[in-house]
């Protein structure tokens, strides 16, 4: 550990902060993420489980993963290698505009590739807000008449739905806090911390 490290690591009385110093080292990350919310642990633990699920549920069936760019990309790589089963994968490109907390207008950036016509598709994105991604992105896939469509998603955020839209499985439900890391994103940033972590409000604030 590097000296400028300890240094603030002695100066942080917050245990939360501290881990997060620790995951992050020391500088910029260490103060915009105010705690952490889901350890890597538990997300490898609770992805396990979700993949156990989806195993059972599709038993026998070949499946057609379809992921949401770019929020899904961590959770999804860990998931897949946990599914023991065959399985196509794909993506759809959605984006809402706009570097803010909240669900701009959703823009399709990229369009489905695999046919999936009779198949079990396997529909994965990384958070379940407001619900107004999946509501739009599922019409489009039903339209392409799958046999049938399961959602699955990292993060449930209930407090916050305005549609009527459930997942069939949720890895974490959470409250309504802006989370970030594990893929997740505030103006395209934090994707790559290894924990999903709750932003300090004092980031997206001041924009
Ligand atoms: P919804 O359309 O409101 O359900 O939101 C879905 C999308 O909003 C997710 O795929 C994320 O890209 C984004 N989003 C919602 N809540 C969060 C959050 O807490 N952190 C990061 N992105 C979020
Ligand atoms: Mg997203």
């Excluded at 993420?33 to 997300?43: G, M, S, W, Y």
């Excluded at 026998?60 to 860990?78: H, I, K, M, P």
């Excluded at 896939?141 to 959602?151: D, E, M, Q, V, Y």
Aim: charged share 30%.
């Amino acid at each position: 550990m590097s000296a400028k490290l300890k240094a603030v690591k002695s100066k942080l009385k917050n245990p939360a902060s501290r881990r997060v110093a620790q995951k992050c080292g020391a500088g910029e990350w260490r103060k915009e993420i105010e705690r952490i919310l889901i350890t890597d642990k538990q997300l490898a633990q609770r992805i396990k489980l979700l993949a156990r699920q989806i195993e059972k549920d599709f038993a026998g069936r070949e499946l057609v993963v379809v992921s949401l760019l770019n929020g899904t990309v961590v959770f999804l790589a860990d998931l897949i290698r946990q599914l023991n089963l065959p399985l196509r994968l794909d993506f759809i490109g959605v984006s809402s505009y706009g570097a803010d907390t909240k669900s701009g207008e959703l823009v399709f950036t990229k369009e489905l590739r695999l046919d999936v016509r009779g198949r079990d598709v396997l529909l994965v994105d990384d958070i379940l807000d407001t619900g107004k991604t999946l509501i739009r992105v599922l019409p489009k896939l039903k339209a392409l008449k799958p046999r049938r469509i399961k959602i699955c998603v990292l993060l449930d955020k209930p407090a916050r739905r305005v549609e009527k839209i459930k997942a069939d499985y949720a890895g974490f439900s959470i409250p309504d806090f802006f989370v970030v890391g594990y893929g997740l994103d505030y103006a395209e940033r934090y994707r790559n911390l290894p924990f999903v972590g709750v932003l300090h409000p004092h980031v997206y604030k001041k924009v």
